[in-house]
């Protein structure tokens, strides 16, 4: 569908709006799961899983062929402040090795299947660092959203979206504590692996942007645009892009979970087509699950970002739709029901 995003307030209206899940397909797909060859509940979350997936697709009995995987990348102004183990050029090195095919997520999206995009944005002009002035103008903001919401392919039945951009965790520690509390210390971790002094610059810095900032930090789009960045910005555009598609979201790590509270913040049930792929190593990222209610799918201690954590999980994803969807009911196998 597309959109022109003229201004904020229309994304603000979008969002008063946002389509639900198929009820006739979720009916169908619990009735169909009561039904498969195997005593009830034994497929723990994969049951209730598939019955999430169907609803969103739109079919009671669906298929997973098309899973996308988008990469946004952009740069940290402040970056500069010495909050990342890496500089900020290695973020358009990494671009190019994913877009030449070298990096982890070119693999996990081959693995199962999946589309891979890399958007890079405005890799040359970084945000302006969030400690002296709002991280993007409106119209930068604006942009990178709409980069965002274009980026989803209609064709896609499934989206997961990652990132690439140093001083990002910095960037999504600000932004979880301006919109969830608790101060700098409870959101910010050690990142690309920061050692502790390092540790110390990232809580002086976010918490030098929440004084900043802090009379308009009521609004989450004033969140957005005072401490986020441009990668983090299209992550959010590409959320709503997929729910106004009713394409279901499998969610990266800390970073894309910072994007996806800004949502959850506007509207508590505008993340209801998302689950969460994993729980990364990212200290906070289990906090924010959590205030998101989102429980992952898989925890293995990542910390790569990129959608890793993400696409990793279509692979599960893919065999509860298959279960629900590939396996005979008991009528249709001739097996007692008791």
């Known amino acids: 569908?597309?959109?022109?995003l003229s201004s904020l307030s229309q994304l603000r209206d979008l969002m008063s709006s946002l389509p639900g899940p198929d009820k006739d397909a979720l009916s169908a797909a619990s009735a169909r799961n009561s039904q498969l060859t195997k005593p009830q509940g034994a497929l723990g979350d994969l049951e209730e899983l598939a019955i999430w997936y169907a609803s969103w697709s739109?079919?009671?009995?669906?298929?997973?062929?098309?899973?996308?995987?988008?990469?946004?990348?952009g740069n940290h102004g402040v970056a500069s402040a010495g909050i990342s183990a890496f500089p900020p050029e290695v973020t358009e090195?990494?671009?190019?090795?994913?877009?030449?095919?070298?990096a982890a997520i070119n693999q996990l999206s081959r693995a199962f299947g999946a589309k891979l995009d890399v958007f890079p944005l405005q890799l040359n002009k970084p945000?302006?660092?969030?400690?002296?002035?709002?991280?993007?103008?409106?119209?930068?903001?604006l942009a990178a959203l709409q980069v965002g919401w274009d980026s989803v392919d209609p064709d896609a039945d499934l989206l997961v979206t990652g990132e690439m951009g140093?001083?990002?965790?910095?960037?999504?520690?600000?932004?979880?504590?301006?919109?969830?509390?608790?101060?700098?210390?409870?959101?910010?971790?050690?990142?690309?692996?920061?050692?502790?002094?390092?540790?110390?610059?990232?809580?002086?810095?976010?918490e030098a942007g929440l004084a900043r900032h802090s009379s308009i930090l009521s609004d989450p789009l004033a969140v957005l645009q005072a401490l986020g960045g441009h990668e983090i910005a299209a992550m959010v555009g590409a959320i709503v892009s997929a729910r106004i598609q009713s394409?279901?979201?499998?969610?990266?790590?800390?970073?894309?979970?910072?994007?996806?509270?800004?949502?959850?913040?506007?509207?508590p049930d505008a993340l209801d087509h998302t689950?969460?792929?994993?729980?990364?190593a990212e200290g906070a990222h289990a906090k924010m699950l959590?205030?998101?209610g989102k429980k992952p799918l898989l925890s293995l201690d990542l910390r790569l970002g990129e959608g890793s954590g993400g696409a990793l999980a279509i692979g599960v994803l893919q065999g509860a739709v298959a279960c629900l969807s590939g396996m005979a009911t008991f009528a249709e196998a001739g097996v007692s029901d008791a």
Request: charged share 10%; net charge negative; aromatic share 6%.
């Open 166 to 206: 140093i001083g990002n965790t910095t960037s999504a520690a600000a932004i979880a504590a301006a919109l969830f509390g608790g101060g700098a210390e409870t959101w910010v971790g050690r990142g690309t692996g920061v050692d502790d002094v390092g540790l110390k610059i990232k809580v002086d810095v976010v």
């Open 247 to 267: 394409v279901p979201v499998l969610l990266d790590g800390f970073i894309c979970s910072a994007a996806a509270a800004v949502l959850f913040s506007m509207s």
């Open 58 to 73: 739109g079919n009671g009995r669906p298929n997973l062929n098309a899973p996308h995987v988008i990469i946004f990348a």
């Open 127 to 141: 945000t302006a660092n969030f400690t002296e002035a709002l991280a993007m103008s409106e119209p930068e903001l």
């Open 1 to 4: 569908m597309s959109i022109k």
């Open 275 to 280: 689950r969460a792929g994993h729980v990364s």
């Open 290 to 292: 959590t205030i998101l």
């Open 93 to 102: 090195q990494m671009v190019y090795n994913f877009q030449a095919g070298g």
